[in-house]
């Protein structure tokens, strides 16, 4: 799927704002469909991601929950093979897990993102996905 009105649900957002697109390689998108200052405590974004775009490995000390909605991308753990992903795809990922995801270089890539147990604070930023990790992957 490279057309991405194919695979819109949710708004696409803007850009990912400037403090946090120094962790993407490529151009992503954020809509918060629940925001971070909300009484429900459980943040959702609307995460767009343009074909070869991904964001650097990461960590959530309260974990992650990817819900696939459009594209094709990957899912990797630290150690681990990156995984495919398409639309209906559920990725769980435990407290403090070292991963990064993104889209595949030919398809654009639409995800929520779901961040669990926010009281154990904020994403840890780690380093870049190198273009030799992820050019093994088409």
Same mark, same amino acid.
């Given at each position: 799927?490279?057309?991405?009105?194919?695979?819109?649900?949710?708004?696409?957002?803007?850009?990912?704002?400037?403090?946090?697109?120094?962790?993407?390689?490529?151009?992503?998108?954020?809509?918060?469909?629940?925001?971070?200052?909300?009484?429900?405590?459980?943040?959702?974004?609307?995460?767009?991601?343009?074909?070869?775009?991904?964001? =650097?490995? %990461?960590?959530? #000390?309260?974990?992650?929950?990817?819900? *696939? !909605?459009?594209?094709?991308?990957?899912?990797?753990?630290?150690?681990?093979?990156?995984?495919?992903?398409?639309?209906?795809?559920?990725?769980?990922?435990?407290?403090?897990?070292?991963?990064?995801?993104?889209?595949?270089?030919?398809?654009?890539?639409?995800?929520?993102?779901?961040?669990? =147990?926010? %009281?154990?604070? #904020?994403?840890?930023?780690?380093?870049? *996905? !190198?273009?030799?990790?992820?050019?093994?992957?088409?």
């Amino acid at each position: 799927m490279n057309n991405l009105s194919e695979s819109v649900i949710f708004p696409k957002g803007e850009k990912i704002p400037e403090q946090y697109s120094k962790y993407f390689i490529g151009t992503a998108y954020l809509s918060m469909l629940v925001p971070r200052e909300d009484e429900f405590n459980c943040p959702i974004g609307n995460v767009t991601f343009e074909p070869g775009a991904r964001n =650097n490995w %990461h960590k959530h #000390p309260g974990g992650q929950i990817l819900l *696939v !909605t459009g594209g094709r991308g990957y899912y990797q753990e630290e150690g681990k093979s990156a995984r495919e992903l398409r639309p209906g795809d559920v990725v769980k990922i435990a407290p403090n897990i070292k991963h990064w995801h993104g889209a595949a270089s030919d398809s654009w890539f639409v995800h929520l993102s779901i961040e669990t =147990n926010v %009281h154990a604070g #904020p994403p840890e930023w780690l380093e870049p *996905v !190198t273009d030799e990790e992820y050019n093994k992957l088409k």
